[in-house]
């Protein structure tokens, strides 16, 4: 091992500690990783869920449309001279 003088001689300290600083943290990752409980739950690609919703939104918006044609139906018909009244 060498001495810090020497270390701080060489500029190579720095870089020495901060290699001491990734491995610690490296192999905390690594415990930490091995000692996580694993997904018990597969999870596989696809839709994440919303096929169902988006089904339901759908169908929402036609049941409005319909809603909305059948309202339609009800107003009676404008004759195109309605504003004739203000004619003399």
């Known amino acids: 091992m060498r001495d810090r ?3 701080n001689r060489g500029g190579g300290r720095q870089s020495e500690e901060r290699a001491q600083r990734y ?3 490296y192999k905390g990752q690594m ?3 091995g000692k ?3 997904n ?3 999870q596989t690609p696809g839709t994440g869920g919303m096929t169902q919703g988006l089904g339901i939104q759908q169908q929402r918006q036609r049941e409005i449309g319909d809603a909305n044609r059948r309202s339609e139906g009800f107003k009676p ?3 195109e ?3 004739d009244i203000y004619e003399n």
């Open 5 to 7: 003088s020497d270390l």
């Open 23 to 25: 491995l610690r943290a």
């Open 31 to 33: 415990d930490y990783e």
């Open 36 to 38: 996580r409980q694993e």
């Open 40 to 42: 018990t739950t597969p």
């Open 77 to 79: 018909d404008l004759e």
């Open 81 to 83: 001279n309605i504003y």
